[in-house]
């Protein structure tokens, strides 16, 4: 079953929440019951903060004390109970608090992204005696994306099933070449995403792998990014714990890179005007609640609503580039200059590399609240 992602980048709600399985034992089943939800709230606290921050600074993350946890969780919510007498196992949802899970790793002097990227469409690409393969069979490499099931991160990733619209844009040379014209086509088939083509070969005898990676930015040729690394195998490690250990890593990876052109520096505030082209009410809403799961924007305000334009103010953390990049994660794009700057709804995501920086920004008050 392919990786499910939704359509548009995660909101604030969503980045901070997850959901992780429980499966305890103790001398009753509430006693296991209660077992279980406690070693469930720190999985699923070290998981979110996996999700927000760098491999490297795993070090100086906080604990998950008790005291910690009951200042960060929300709630929860609990799906597929089973139990016996002894045993509990299900499905825990807990939601967290932003700004408490914020402050903490500020506190720690911990950087941290809570950006979303908008889904990116995966092809698994396996060399095989000098071909690229993609939607032929055998391809253990996409058969291993396809069942997949990495943490969530801030890059949630989809792996096409090859239905006849995919095989028709593109193929295994194609991807494995950067074809954009290609990769745009295949892009089209999933809400202008951007690609990325991961492309594995697999030693003999199954002694390792190595897998080269890429994102690319369809129709914005020099935007891409690419990885490598190589994976040996285990003793007794068979394939397909070989295949999920190299998917996990280049998940990782692509994530990883997304975090560092994405961190957020709370200190730097800034407020920017725009019009926002309509054509009636219900078209001001829909953009304003692109900026509402617009993590940099702090807070929008109505200026002024007419049958053609809206006026709007945002109040924004960050660089005026991670400002840009945040939006086009929602569909939004902003562009102009000042004081001449519009923003409205469009299909395409800009790569996190950062575009230049638009003129005539001037360091903003404090945000106040929405209107």
């Not at 899970?101 to 990116?120: I, N, Y």
């Not at 690409?125 to 990495?150: C, I, M």
């Amino acid at each position: 079953m392919a990786l499910a992602v939704p359509a548009s980048a995660l909101t604030r709600a969503e980045i901070f929440t997850v959901s992780v399985p429980v499966d305890a034992t103790a001398a009753s089943a509430t006693a296991a019951r209660d077992t279980a939800r406690l070693d469930g709230e720190r999985r699923a606290f070290a998981t979110l903060l996996d999700r927000l921050t760098l491999a490297k600074d795993r070090g100086r993350l906080p604990a998950a004390t008790d005291t910690t946890l009951n200042e960060v969780i929300i709630g929860f919510e609990v799906a597929n109970e089973r139990r016996s007498t002894v045993r509990y196992l299900a499905d825990y949802t807990f939601r967290f608090r932003p700004d408490a899970v914020e402050q903490l790793l500020r506190d720690r002097g911990v950087p941290f992204a809570e950006t979303a990227s908008k889904p990116v469409v995966v092809l698994p690409v396996l060399e095989s005696d000098g071909k690229p393969l993609l939607w032929d069979d055998p391809n253990p490499w996409r058969d291993a994306w396809s069942s997949a099931k990495p943490p969530q991160g801030l890059v949630p990733m989809r792996v096409p099933l090859g239905e006849v619209e995919d095989v028709s844009a593109i193929d295994g040379a194609k991807a494995d070449a950067g074809d954009d014209s290609r990769l745009q086509a295949i892009s089209a088939n999933y809400d202008h995403a951007d690609v990325l083509v991961t492309r594995a070969t697999i030693h003999p005898d199954n002694s390792g792998i190595d897998v080269s990676t890429t994102r690319f930015v369809p129709g914005a040729p020099g935007g891409e990014q690419s990885w490598t690394a190589s994976y040996a195998a285990n003793q007794a490690e068979i394939e397909k714990d070989l295949l999920a250990r190299a998917i996990a890593g280049t998940v990782a990876q692509v994530n990883d890179a997304w975090k560092q052109a994405n961190m957020l520096d709370y200190s730097q505030t800034a407020t920017l005007t725009v019009t926002v082209p309509t054509d009636d009410l219900n078209s001001w809403l829909a953009v304003r609640q692109r900026l509402a799961a617009t993590t940099a924007v702090r807070s929008s305000q109505l200026l002024s609503l007419d049958r053609h334009n809206a006026r709007v103010e945002l109040h924004f953390v960050g660089s005026p580039d991670q400002l840009r990049v945040g939006l086009a994660q929602n569909n939004l794009n902003l562009s102009g200059s000042d004081p001449d700057w519009v923003l409205q709804r469009g299909g395409n995501a800009l790569r996190e590399t950062p575009a230049p920086s638009p003129p005539g920004l001037q360091p903003g008050p404090s945000p106040q609240p929405s209107q």
